[in-house]
């Protein structure tokens, strides 16, 4: 019913930077908040940044000031600027969309499959 496809995730160095970017598609009515998420090795998945529709964003304490979530509406993408990397930011990042679609006609949480971030010298 929805599709989120990430892109942008990689291997970095300490201290560098990445941009992650999911695009939502498929039978959508409209999108609420979407989101980042992500899960290190042995470790429940956590959050690290949403932003709803109007624009008001929440992050995680551990990245505040270093990432940034933005969305463009007219494109149903959401993007999560990194900077400053540090190791223990490497993980399988998750996009998220909480969506209302015709299909299913209700609001639903959508997940992507994620994307690899390895931050290592």
């Known amino acids: 019913q929805v599709q989120l496809v990430e892109s942008g995730g990689g291997l970095v160095q300490p201290g560098g930077s990445l941009r992650l970017s999911c695009a939502a598609s498929g039978s959508i009515f409209s999108i609420y908040a979407m989101g980042w998420y992500r899960q290190a090795p042995g470790k429940q998945r956590e959050l690290v940044a949403t932003i709803n529709s109007g624009s008001s964003t929440n992050y995680a304490d551990s990245v505040k000031g270093r990432f940034t979530i933005s969305r463009d509406n007219a494109k149903n993408t959401v993007y999560l600027q990194m900077n400053s990397l540090k190791p223990e930011d490497t993980a399988v990042y998750y996009c998220?969309?909480?969506?209302?679609?015709?299909?299913?006609?209700?609001?639903?949480?959508?997940w992507g499959q994620g994307t690899q971030v390895t931050v290592s010298s």
């Open positions: 998220n969309a909480d969506a209302y679609t015709v299909v299913a006609g209700r609001r639903n949480d959508y």
